[in-house]
């Protein structure tokens, strides 16, 4: 099979240095006060601390607005933290950021791609970015998506013609095709149908088998980080409730059920049973 570059042999970084490594991260928005109209600081990340080994899959749950997008973003060195530390690899994210960014790939439900250009022209652009010759890209793209489930004649379209479920496998190509070192997975599969999310959960655990690959995912899916992930952490407003394996959360947060459904409304600090009378009332 094609390989690619192996980016952190010439490193030099020892096996035991955490893939990431995060130190009382704060990051603020500022927002319109609408009945004063005036700009007030809202914490998206409010202080978070974590350490994911190397080979880990890290599954992060948590409600809408409560800081998971922010801190994969922090990590992608696409937004500068207020304070704290970042650190890939033992590299700090400000000062090694053009490092920092061949180590890690990300792949988000708004992926960033040239919309008018064909899935391969996409790909070669991005791999041309990270050093891998645009024919092992080409070979190992048409593999990774057929994998996926995507039919190879869809490479050759403009990306604005293919569903958002369509993109986001090649978004999860892209990240693939580069070494992916620390990959970070913003809910990859939302959208999904259930046989292109069960694929791309198998494909997650294929990479971290095969390519001595860290995996940050988040997902709204319960079923998802529990099947997959090795530790999870539920996030609220900005900040971790809890990270352990999903079998101790659930022994200890899980209810009676023991589901880790239960484990987040616990841990957000709602019961189940007024969310579901909630979502019947009015
Ligand atoms: N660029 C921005 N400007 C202002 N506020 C922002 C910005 N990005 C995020 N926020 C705010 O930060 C908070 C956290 O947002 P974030 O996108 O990290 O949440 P999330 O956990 O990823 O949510 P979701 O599950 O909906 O994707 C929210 O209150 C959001 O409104
Ligand atoms: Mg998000």
């Not at 409010?46 to 922090?74: H, Q």
């Not at 080409?138 to 489930?149: D, H, N």
């Not at 239960?262 to 979502?279: K, M, N, P, S, W």
Request: hydrophobic share 40%.
């Amino acid at each position: 099979m094609a390989t690619v570059p192996d980016m952190l042999g010439p490193l030099n970084i020892s096996a035991d240095t955490p893939a990431l490594r995060i130190r009382g991260v704060e990051k603020h928005f500022r927002e319109k006060d609408p009945e004063t109209g005036r700009w007030r600081p809202v914490a998206a990340v409010a202080g978070l601390d974590l350490e994911v080994p190397r080979g880990e899959i890290l599954g992060i749950l948590g409600p809408n607005g409560s800081g998971k997008s922010t801190l994969i973003r922090l990590v992608a060195t696409l937004l500068l933290a207020d304070r704290g530390r970042v650190e890939v690899f033992g590299l700090d994210v400000e000062r090694n950021r053009l490092l920092v960014r061949r180590l890690i790939n990300r792949v988000s439900v708004e992926a960033s791609f040239f919309k008018k250009l064909t899935a391969a022209e996409n790909l070669a652009y991005a791999t041309g970015l990270y050093g891998v010759p645009n024919r092992v890209a080409q070979a190992r793209a048409r593999e990774i998506l057929e994998r996926l489930g995507l039919p190879a004649k869809k490479l050759s379209v403009p990306l604005e013609q293919l569903s958002r479920g369509q993109q986001q496998k090649v978004a999860i190509a892209r990240a693939l095709l580069t070494s992916p070192t620390l990959m970070l997975l913003d809910e990859p599969t939302t959208g999904l149908d259930p046989k292109s999310r069960r694929e791309v959960q198998e494909f997650v655990l294929e990479v971290r088998a095969t390519h001595d690959a860290t995996i940050v995912i988040s997902t709204h899916d319960m079923d998802e980080a529990d099947r997959i992930c090795d530790r999870v952490a539920i996030i609220n407003a900005g900040r971790f409730a809890a990270i352990d394996r999903s079998d101790r959360l659930k022994a200890r947060w899980g209810g009676s059920a023991g589901t880790m459904e239960q484990v987040f409304f616990t841990l957000i600090g709602e019961h189940l049973d007024e969310a579901d009378a909630e979502e019947g009332g009015d």
